[in-house]
């Protein structure tokens, strides 16, 4: 059983596409926001019930929309509404690169017309083989595809993070009101030329796939704070 979510809302021409493909190879169960969710990273709902409605598309049953964040998605799917734990998990499709540091905002990153269905053939061709091959323990694939013609991306790469990311600017506005309000912009910036960097490898038109983990010690100052005299 693959469980399939996004951050772009259940009712995304991406998610579409990929279930379309994956659906090709295993049971899929879908539980995503019912909304547009980008760059709320790992939040949580703590202090709001979360509620699911079942979901129709292409006149067949879809999945479950949930009134919560992508992560609520994961949790209450799991912990709650699919029958056993899922083989795979697997976010996306979604608009728009998610390379380097760079926290995506709505519209910094997007296209204007993407064609979901390379993306969605190569979910399936990946999903296969991580289903095939495994993973290790607590690992996960951050993957980002070109926005390319098929003929024109160029291969797969195994990537690192690079440094690239979101330079922020908040644009000052008034509103009908004379009330002051802020409006979130941003310029991704290819600040790392390195080859094996992702959105340097994306930019010249690989597929760019990156294993990521949730251990973000940085154990190089481990002992440079052992150092410090911090005793109270």
Request: glycine content about 8%.
């Amino acid at each position: 059983m693959i469980l399939l979510t996004n951050d772009d809302g259940i009712y995304a021409q991406g998610i579409l596409a990929a279930w379309q493909e994956l659906r090709k190879i295993a049971e899929v169960e879908v539980v995503a926001p019912d909304a547009e969710r980008s760059a709320v990273g790992h939040a949580i709902t703590l202090l709001l019930p979360l509620r699911t409605k079942e979901v129709i598309r292409r006149n067949a049953r879809f999945g479950y929309a949930v009134n919560g964040m992508p992560a609520d998605c994961v949790k209450i799917a799991v912990r709650a509404i699919l029958p056993r734990r899922p083989d795979l998990v697997v976010s996306g499709i979604n608009l728009g690169s998610n390379t380097g540091t760079n926290v995506i905002y709505s519209g910094t990153a997007t296209f204007t017309h993407p064609d979901f269905g390379y993306a969605a053939r190569f979910t399936r061709k990946l999903a296969l083989a991580v289903i095939g091959k495994g993973l290790p323990p607590k690992t996960l694939l951050n993957v980002n595809i070109p926005n390319l013609a098929e003929d024109k991306i160029k291969g797969v790469a195994i990537t690192r993070q690079g440094d690239s990311r979101v330079e922020e600017r908040f644009e000052k506005r008034t509103d009908p009101r004379n009330q002051t309000y802020y409006w979130l912009d941003g310029t991704f910036r290819l600040q790392e030329m390195g080859k094996d960097a992702d959105a340097k490898m994306v930019s010249e038109g690989y597929i760019s796939i990156t294993p990521v983990q949730y251990d973000l010690t940085a154990y190089p100052a481990i002992d440079t704070l052992k150092g410090w005299d911090l005793k109270p």
